[in-house]
């Protein structure tokens, strides 16, 4: 037995499906594993979108319902590998991406057009390419990726069975006017510096990680394009507001949110309701994907029969 299938050795207890408090106390027990390695059975593959060539997984068998998992800024599909094997246990089929500039998608990035910069449309187009390679899906976005998936779901809704916005920035605008620790200055404050600060924040282990998911981190930004962290910072720094768009959605729209995230509950609490969302929260910070995988995957599960 490998250390990461002790990781999620709650997989074939179906009680976490059905029980919280079950759930909770799986996740209380997870223990530290080699974050760079994908699932047993996970099939490694590149993606030619419109920005280029953007690493993924797959999980599952693809005649199965299909679910998408997008990482955030600084993130990677390897966020996801004790959430994924969850939902495959439980009859989906899992797929996910690094973000074009992002670890093993560094590659891909803006074209002449766009002078150099990743915007909004790289990330929409990359996006909608990849839902429209299979079958509609039920499509999580974790946190910059949650502003990525509301634009897609108002350009394309058919695309999309289901929404799960996991610690996605509840303000629009200037998004990070609601963080704990830099709200009141954030207007005055350059994306570049707010990306310098999260870079050393994350690398000096402030969010107090175990070993090898620190190693793995640490070692994901040797890789990931400095640039595309700095213009997603630019980005959540004027997110669009959508909140009318998700009101109106004829889709069931789950928000996720750990007790401890950077924005605070009350935040996210009026943002679910604003857009008629369920919310779901546990006692940990901003990585529920990480942290709480199989309470999330039992809130994601009754999401997906919500969408019929």
């Not at 935040?267 to 990585?287: C, D, M, N, P």
Request: aromatic share 8%; proline share 6%.
């Amino acid at each position: 037995m490998t250390s990461n299938d002790c990781a999620v050795r709650g997989a074939d207890d179906a009680r976490w499906r059905t029980d919280a408090a079950v759930a909770a106390e799986i996740d209380a027990a997870l223990i530290d594993l080699d974050w760079s390695r994908l699932p047993d059975g996970a099939v490694r593959c590149d993606f030619d979108a419109p920005s280029g060539l953007l690493a993924t997984f797959s999980l599952g068998d693809p005649t199965h319902p299909r679910v998408v998992l997008v990482p955030g800024a600084t993130g990677s599909k390897e966020d996801f590998i004790l959430l994924a094997p969850l939902l495959a246990a439980a009859g989906y089929f899992v797929q996910s991406y690094d973000l074009a500039g992002q670890y093993e998608s560094a590659a891909a990035g803006p074209s002449a057009r766009s002078e150099g910069r990743y915007d909004y449309e790289l990330f929409v187009a990359d996006m909608i390419a990849f839902l429209e390679a299979g079958a509609p899906a039920h499509l999580l976005g974790y946190s910059f990726a949650g502003i990525v998936a509301q634009l897609v779901l108002a350009e394309r809704p058919g695309l999309i069975l289901s929404l799960t916005l996991l610690t996605t920035p509840p303000l629009a605008g200037e998004s990070f006017r609601g963080v704990r620790w830099i709200g009141p200055f954030s207007a005055l404050v350059a994306a570049r510096t707010i990306a310098s600060l999260m870079i050393w924040g994350i690398v000096t282990n402030k969010n107090r990680v175990q070993p090898q998911r620190l190693a793995f981190v640490q070692k994901r930004f040797a890789l990931t394009d400095r640039r595309s962290v700095d213009d997603i910072m630019r980005l959540m720094k004027r997110a669009p507001d959508l909140r009318a768009n998700l009101r109106m959605a004829k889709i069931p729209i789950l928000v996720v949110v750990g007790s401890h995230d950077l924005w605070p509950l009350r935040l996210h609490a009026r943002f679910a309701e604003q857009i008629g969302a369920r919310i779901a929260v546990y006692k940990t910070g901003h990585s529920p994907c990480e942290t709480a995988p199989h309470q999330l995957a039992a809130d994601m599960l009754r999401l997906f029969e919500r969408s019929g």
